[in-house]
């Protein structure tokens, strides 16, 4: 049988109640000690007043002791035994009783022999507890002569102890419960607001992000709480969002190059033809396989480095050569428009990065510029290096980009509300992976439109331990 587990509210009552009773325990013996202290002290009281009373009325002379008011022994308390009785014992000091009070009739007081000093004790008289008081009765050489035993009946004194202890232990039970549930009832009405805030976070899906949590009114912790969870919860959203759009555009870029493999081969297979016309679609359609392949290693770069399953490997890299090698790479699409790349980059500038990451977001970025400019007018690609920071600066000379554009690019795009029917407008998967390459990389990017053309700019601040 599984085991049901507590409410957290009923372990706050347990605890607090388990806390409460060792505290209200030790209340408790507080006060019963303090009532029985209090008792013992009126007690000693008592039978010290009457001891007093008893040896101012007694002269001690050499060895010999006198009783100057024998009518003291009379008086009515030393004769009653039912209400207040108070009894006293004259002995020697071999212990031999000389005289007692009428009250004690046939019994007779405990005596301690050798005592020096006024000694407190309990005692019974004819089954009865008695408190008792033994006084010794001294010369002037100091010897004691004989003793002066006063006592008081103990009984309603043990009743009223008894009393406070029977309270006591009845109280306790009563307590503790009236406590648990008094607890028990602060606590769930406390906690209830942060079980309203478990179902309302419950209750939200990949696809209910849009509804915050209601603050509560009053600004204590679980305003602070609440506010914090509504942080985390639009930061899932924006995430979510991101994914999901980056989904479609990386389902978006495969399909268009598997679309044009399908046309080429089903062209290729309609009828036979020239073997030319072969070599010129199977062309076309490495172009197309190059291009899903790069993106796919891009893709797998991202999910290494983004996941951190692996270090980024950085590799000591020429910028002018690197940037020589990409234009090579895109003369087909220079040429297309007419297009040359203006490098103004210093031959010995170099540094460590990654250089498939770097690569690729260079090329996108050179790429995006192509777009944009003019036929017949440069691409312009510097770089300048000022106190360990290395900027990159790609021109055009061409139509100005969309706010689309450098919002992707300078990773402001808007994220619009998580709606599983909306169709989300793509600016290209290249954009969107080179800017997580450059977060990876630790790499500044702005982009910003100009009244002649464009500029990207690349901003490298990671170059301080770097020697160029």
């Known amino acids: 049988m599984k085991e049901q587990k507590l409410s957290y509210s009923r372990r706050v009552a347990l605890s607090f109640m388990a806390a409460t009773a060792a505290l209200t325990l030790l209340v408790f013996v507080f006060i019963y000690i303090v009532v029985h202290h209090t008792v013992y002290n009126d007690l000693k009281s008592d039978l010290r007043a009457e001891s007093l009373e008893l040896t101012n009325n007694i002269v001690v002379l050499s060895d010999q002791v006198i009783f100057a008011n024998p009518n003291e022994w009379l008086e009515r308390e030393h004769g009653q035994i039912e209400v207040n009785p108070i009894f006293i014992q004259y002995t020697d000091s071999t212990g031999k009783v000389l005289k007692r009070s009428p009250n004690l009739q046939d019994g007779y007081l405990s005596i301690f022999k ?25 010369n002037t050489r100091g010897k004691a002569l004989g003793y002066i035993s006063v006592a008081m009946p103990l009984s309603e004194t043990h009743m ?39 179902c309302a976070a419950q209750k939200m899906t990949q696809d209910n992000f849009e509804n915050p949590i209601v603050l509560p009114k009053r600004k204590d912790e679980l305003y602070t709480l609440t506010f914090s969870v509504n942080q985390l919860v639009e930061k899932l959203r924006k995430a979510a969002v991101k994914e999901r759009q980056f989904a479609i555009e990386a389902s978006h870029e495969l399909r268009t190059p598997l679309s044009v493999l399908r046309g080429t081969i089903e062209v290729m297979l309609r009828k036979q033809r020239q073997s030319e016309y072969y070599v010129d679609k199977a062309y076309t359609a490495l172009i197309e396989v190059n291009k899903m392949t ?5 893709l797998l770069f991202l999910y290494q480095f983004e996941n951190n399953q692996e270090n980024i490997q950085l590799d000591h890299m020429n910028l002018s050569q690197m940037v020589e090698e990409i234009s ?16 103004q980059v210093p031959k010995e500038l170099s540094f460590k990065t990654n250089k498939f990451m ?14 944009h400019s003019t036929i017949g007018q440069p691409v312009s690609i510097s770089a300048s290096l000022s106190e360990n920071l290395l900027w990159i600066d790609i021109r055009d000379n061409g139509i100005k980009m969309d706010k689309e554009e450098l919002d992707t690019i300078n990773g402001n795009s808007h994220i619009p509300d998580l709606n599983p029917n909306e169709e989300f407008k793509s600016n290209g998967l290249g954009l969107t992976i080179a800017g997580r ?7 500044s990017v ?4 100009e009244s002649k053309g464009n500029i990207i700019s690349l901003l490298i601040n990671n170059l301080k331990d770097q020697k160029f």
């Open 294 to 298: 790069d993106l796919t290693e891009q």
């Open 437 to 443: 390459f450059a977060r990876l990389l630790n790499i």
């Open 328 to 343: 090579k790479s895109l003369k087909n699409i220079m040429d297309e428009k007419s297009l040359t790349i203006d490098i």
């Open 160 to 198: 009223v102890l008894k009393n406070l202890r029977l309270i006591l232990i009845l109280i306790f039970p009563f307590v503790l419960l009236f406590l648990y549930f008094v607890t028990l009832f602060m606590s769930e009405r406390s906690i209830r607001p942060v079980l309203d805030l478990t």
């Open 446 to 449: 702005k982009a910003l439109d």
């Open 358 to 371: 770097f690569v690729s977001l260079l090329r996108t970025f050179i790429i995006q510029a192509t777009k």
């Open 114 to 138: 050798n005592i020096s000093s006024d000694y407190f004790f309990d005692s019974h008289l004819a089954n009865a507890t008695i408190y008792q008081l033994q006084v010794p009765l001294k």
